[in-house]
């Protein structure tokens, strides 16, 4: 554990040092305190690539958000792993490390509770669409709300990152293997988790 903290490769790649049952408990907490955090900022992880803040909902439907994000990416992956790799792998390192995985998500549902992104939403719906009345905004709302948008768009692409480097590991893959069926299988599992989320969120509000 000493060497996770103390590597900056760890950054986006810590399954050297963590795998197993501790990186699927790990990335169960992770998927937890990201729903309790999304259901007390109202921000929904709508998709496995999706962040979006939203009405409020149970913390049931944040949590079931959060699993359907995680177990679209292991049913559609590990078959995947078991088909191309030519060693022995283990099912809880691949369930576990795409857990952790999840982990940069955590720091994008902090964004929630800044309330400058609903006052420039609400601002541009009113000035382009006409739609709902006027908002006292600022330049700085603005910019504000554009530096969160990146720190959003970063911890999206880290994720990814930690994705593809925990089903490079735990599959034993490497190279164009690698890299054309964890493209492929990550864009199945997208379209699967926003279809199963768009379905369940009609029961949901």
């Known amino acids: 554990m000493k060497k996770l903290f103390n590597n900056k490769k760890s950054i986006y790649n810590p399954f050297v040092y963590i795998a197993g049952e501790k990186a699927l408990l790990t990335g169960m907490t992770v998927i937890i305190l990201s729903a309790f955090v999304g259901n007390w900022s109202n921000t929904w992880l709508d998709g496995i690539l999706d962040m979006h803040y939203g009405p409020p909902a149970p913390f049931t439907w944040h949590l079931a958000m959060g699993l359907i994000n995680w177990l679209c990416l292991v049913l559609v992956l590990t078959p995947l792993a078991y088909i191309l790799t030519d060693t022995r792998i283990r099912f809880v390192d691949l369930a576990g490390t795409l857990a952790l995985a999840r982990f940069p ?23 382009l669409l006409n739609v709902g009345e006027p908002v006292n905004v600022t330049a700085f709302d603005y910019g504000f709300t554009v530096l969160l948008g990146l720190l959003v768009i970063l911890m999206i692409v880290w994720q990814v990152a930690l994705s593809f480097n925990a089903y490079k590991m735990s599959a034993n893959l490497s190279g164009t293997r690698a890299g054309i069926s964890f493209s492929a299988g990550f864009v199945v599992a997208y379209i699967i988790s926003k279809a199963l989320i768009w379905w369940g969120q009609k029961l949901v509000i």
């Open 105 to 127: 998500m955590l720091f994008a549902v902090l964004t929630g509770f800044f309330k400058a992104p609903a006052r420039v939403s609400e601002d541009l719906l009113y000035r």
